[in-house]
């Protein structure tokens, strides 16, 4: 999957030197945003586990982090990225790993520099957790696909130009197998978007109602009949990319916790102190895990570790901002705003610590919820039977609704 | 505790329970709480004064006093019902905090506080207690608001039900020491906030020179103060009951109808174990709940132990009730559109409401001499 560049894969130091040398020709002060990405890309420092000529250098991905950082040292991290956590935590590796080099062409760099912004058109009414049950329907008609159907949850699609979308293009088969994974322009007619409310009050996801949405085949990734392990592969990916991502210590939720504690001390008892370090603990062993797995990944795809490090980002980030409300008692009491709008993204150190409490709920629903991730460690990682299933070899369309 | 307390409910409570309850759900459904909360008026005053016909604005309230003449341990049971129905109501505020504290002074039906409760009790008027809502019972007198020459000023923040007051129950701090005024809410600048609990308004209170009538001063304006928050912290336990119960039945019933993976999700073990565990702890809230309750209205010596044992237990309970709600329905329990999160802000804000339950653990220490290590 990956070319050496000739004089082969360059090392740590070798990165750092690249990135110094690129900031140098390319001053970030006086470059526009999207050309000095374009161009970061096009030097192969934008992910450098994926090939040459495709915004990588064929690096393990491990380096990545070092680029990163290296970037950020030079005043050059790029910024204002939240809306792309779908392009480029998701539909980017599944891109890489399933798209024929037009696709990958056509696709990856605007996806990279943020040109254009990425949603997943996966979860229907009748298919969360249970994602193989989805039914929207794609019918072929020649060179194109015609798809109809509902799907929800969908976080960003009032913004994206593009959706990886999983259909059902054979009904007859049991459901695991009659599905496909397309690219869909979120711009097509009969694509229709609508707001929906969160907890939170504001609304960062969608109901998408696809009606005779033409597709060319040519946006198909994979085979027809493929989906699901096309599918699994981004949602592998959106683990990691929810849970996965390098930080300081103190660098979470804890960390704003753990200030409020220096700042205040009126608010201290013994007992939330006592909270409050059991937790300080085991954020900072979360997030030695991470570290631990960014190691362990040299190139390749991300496994079902990638769950254990979502689960316990979803857990305590759930059990620090519960505290972080008990510690401020009286203004616990209070929130920000609750008037219906569409945020840009969640930047959870600019809002209130009721904000905090509520959006971390969806930490263990979105990308699997911590169910299922539990369910995936104790089947795939630990190997212990599966539940017996009662729909595994039943033609999706004779499966109960 | 107290000599056998009883834990049961009598057949006059659970009377109560279902008239409450079916004028709730004729009148409070959850999609009406939810179009309420984001309106000018969060509070539903003309269903308080429907309530208040039923007797439930002064149910402890002695008949001569113009009240039911029944005790605490009804108002917990409507305190349970309006938890489960998130209840945009003033009934924390006005018929818990200001009344118990007003209830706990002695006075003649034609002095102020006479007429204070009489119009409390027809629902006629409301009122509140003016303190910080998250005030532990123990935490001392408040000292928010002082007296000089008999005129009140100061500023107390994050008042419940202080909104919609008539009424301000004030203590307030002298160079005489503590003392306890009535205040015409129209002698206050009321600001409201943003609440985290969408359907318990909360506002800011200042006082600029007001006028109030004086109630009481000294050890009797304390323990006024002092029985007021005992009584609001076993009530509102009640009330974390009715939300936990909300969230677990209405929990089992969704899991029971919906399917992924071609069965029931309700049929899943791993999900089984955590609605019985759940359960489980409900059952445990609702003893010490009960038994709280039945602690003031007796007025026993250990009220202040049960209202914080119930505190300590039952705020943790609802709490995870509501989250478990939000969780286990999915996507669905994380929207707006859904009634889950109306009980999971009022579960974590009933949680550091009279006190956290940290707070509520180290009272307990101090009651049954547990000693803090050195
Ligand atoms: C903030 C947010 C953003 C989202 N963004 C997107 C998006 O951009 N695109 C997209 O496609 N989807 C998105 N989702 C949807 C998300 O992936 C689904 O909500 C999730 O997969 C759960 O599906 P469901 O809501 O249908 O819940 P259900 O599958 O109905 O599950 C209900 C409950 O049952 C539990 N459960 C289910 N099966 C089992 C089992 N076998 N064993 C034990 N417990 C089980 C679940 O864990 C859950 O607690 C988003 C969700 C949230 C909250």
Redesign the interface.
Same mark, same amino acid.
């Given at each position: 999957m990956t070319t050496a560049p000739t004089g082969g894969v360059p090392d740590a130091a070798a990165l750092r030197a690249r990135v110094a040398d690129f900031v140098a020709a390319h001053d970030p002060a006086t470059t526009d945003p999207i050309e000095f990405l374009a161009a970061r890309f096009d030097a192969g420092l934008a992910w450098v586990h994926f090939p040459e000529g495709l915004g990588g250098l064929g690096a393990p991905r491990a380096l990545q982090a070092v680029v990163d950082e290296e970037f950020a040292r030079l005043g050059a991290a790029p910024s204002g990225r939240e809306a792309l956590v779908i392009g480029l935590g998701m539909a980017a590796p599944t891109i890489l790993a399933f798209g024929t080099p037009e696709q990958q062409e056509r696709f990856l760099k605007p996806l990279y520099t943020g040109e254009e912004i990425w949603c997943q058109l996966f979860s229907e009414p009748g298919a969360g957790s249970d994602l193989a049950a989805l039914g929207t329907r794609a019918v072929r008609d020649g060179d194109t696909w015609v798809v109809n159907g509902q799907k929800v949850w969908t976080s960003l699609a009032h913004r994206a130009r593009w959706a990886i979308l999983v259909t059902r293009t054979d009904p007859d088969v049991p459901k695991h197998r009659g599905m496909t994974y397309f690219v869909c322009d979120m711009t097509a007619p009969g694509v229709e978007v609508r707001p929906l409310r969160q907890i939170t009050g504001e609304a960062e996801f969608n109901e998408v109602y696809l009606t005779d949405v033409r597709i060319p085949d040519s946006h198909r990734l994979g085979e027809v009949g493929d989906g699901w392990r096309v599918a699994q592969t981004t949602l592998m990916n959106e683990r990691v990319s929810i849970g996965g991502g390098a930080e300081p210590r103190e660098g979470g939720l804890i960390g704003l916790v753990a200030g409020i504690w220096r700042d205040r001390p009126e608010l201290r008892t013994p007992g939330l102190h006592d909270a409050l370090l059991r937790l300080w603990v085991e954020a900072e062993a979360a997030r030695l895990t991470k570290e631990r797995l960014r190691q362990q990944l040299a190139v390749g795809q991300p496994g079902p570790e990638g769950s254990a490090a979502k689960l316990s980002f979803a857990r305590l980030n759930q059990e620090i901002s519960g505290l972080e409300l008990e510690l401020l008692g009286g203004e616990g009491l209070t929130y920000d705003d609750w008037t219906f709008r569409r945020p840009d993204g969640v930047d959870l150190a600019k809002r209130v610590p009721g904000f905090h409490y509520l959006r971390s709920k969806g930490n263990s629903i979105e990308g699997g919820t911590s169910e299922i991730l539990r369910n995936i460690i104790a089947e795939r990682v630990l190997g212990l039977p599966g539940e017996i299933r009662v729909d595994k070899d039943v033609a999706w369309k004779d499966l109960p609704k | 505790m107290s000599n056998d307390p009883d834990l049961l409910y009598s057949d006059v409570e659970e009377e109560l329970r279902a008239s409450v309850r079916s004028l709730l759900a004729d009148r409070c459904g959850w999609d009406r709480v939810l179009a309420r =909360?984001?309106s000018d008026e969060v509070t539903d005053l003309a269903l308080w004064r429907s309530l208040a016909d039923l007797g439930v604005a002064g149910l402890a309230i002695p008949e001569e006093a113009g009240g039911a003449g029944a005790t605490l341990r009804e108002s917990a049971v409507v305190a349970e019902e309006l938890g489960r129905a998130v209840a945009p109501l003033p009934f924390l505020g006005s018929a818990v905090l200001a009344t118990g504290t007003l209830l706990a002074l002695d006075g003649r039906a034609d002095s102020p506080l006479g007429e204070a409760l009489a119009s409390l009790a027809s629902g006629e008027r409301t009122a509140t207690l003016l303190i910080?809502?998250?005030t532990a019972p123990d935490a001392g007198f408040p000292e928010g608001v002082r007296v000089e020459e008999g005129r009140l000023s100061g500023r107390v923040?994050?008042v419940v039900d202080a909104s919609t007051a008539d009424l301000l129950v004030v203590p307030a701090a002298g160079s005489e020491g503590p003392a306890l005024y009535l205040v015409e809410a129209g002698e206050a600048t009321v600001t409201t =906030? =943003? %609440?985290?609990?969408?359907t318990r308004p909360?506002a800011d209170v200042e006082l600029a020179g007001a006028s109030g009538r004086l109630l009481a001063t000294g050890e009797q304006a304390e323990s006024a103060v002092r029985r007021g928050l005992v009584t609001g912290a076993a009530l509102l336990a009640a009330e974390q009951l009715g939300c936990a119960e909300w969230a677990l039945s209405t929990t089992v019933e969704y899991l029971k109808t919906r !399917?992924? $993976?071609?069965?029931p999700l309700g049929s $899943?073990q791993?999900?089984k174990h955590r609605l019985a565990d759940l359960w489980v702890s409900i059952s445990q809230a609702r003893a010490v709940v009960r038994n709280a309750a039945s602690a003031v209205a007796s007025d026993d010596p250990e009220a202040p132990l049960a209202a914080a044992l119930a505190q300590a237990f039952v705020s943790g309970v609802a709490?995870t009730a509501a989250?478990e709600a =939000?969780?286990l329905h999915?996507?669905i329990? $994380?929207?707006?559109?859904h009634p889950? !999160?109306l009980y999971? +802000?009022r579960a +974590? %804000?009933c %949680?550091?409401?009279l006190g956290?339950?940290?707070?509520h653990?180290?009272t307990i220490a101090r009651l049954v001499d547990l000693p803090?290590a050195r």
């Open positions: - | =909360v984001e910080p809502l998250a923040g994050g =906030v =943003v %609440s985290l609990d969408l909360l !399917h992924q $993976f071609g069965r $899943f791993a999900l709490v989250e =939000v969780q999915g996507g329990g $994380f929207t707006w559109e889950a !999160h999971l +802000k +974590k %804000s %949680s550091i409401a956290t339950a940290d707070r653990r180290l803090a």
